[in-house]
């Protein structure tokens, strides 16, 4: 469990120090005129948190199953 976790928190940290390299700043202006990269961030956050907990739901789920199949 711990493994996973920590696989995707690198990931993450990876990503994320991918996504503040520079860009072309016309495009960069873009996004922060509309307000687009909140809503980009707000977007990934959320699909994130779904994926941890289905992550996190099926680790416990498997869990009981094994302790079932040890009784």
Not at 2 to 19: D, G, N, R, V
Not at 24 to 31: C, G, H, L, V, Y
Not at 49 to 70: A, C, H
């Amino acid at each position: 469990m711990i493994k996973y976790f920590l696989t995707l928190l690198t990931i993450f940290f990876s990503i994320c120090t991918f996504a503040q390299g520079e860009t072309a700043e016309s495009s960069n202006n873009f996004m922060l005129s509309n307000h687009k990269v909140f809503v980009a961030v707000a977007v990934l956050t959320i699909i994130m948190l779904i994926i941890f907990s289905f992550l996190f739901w099926i680790e416990r789920r498997l869990k009981q199953l094994e302790d079932r199949q040890k009784s």
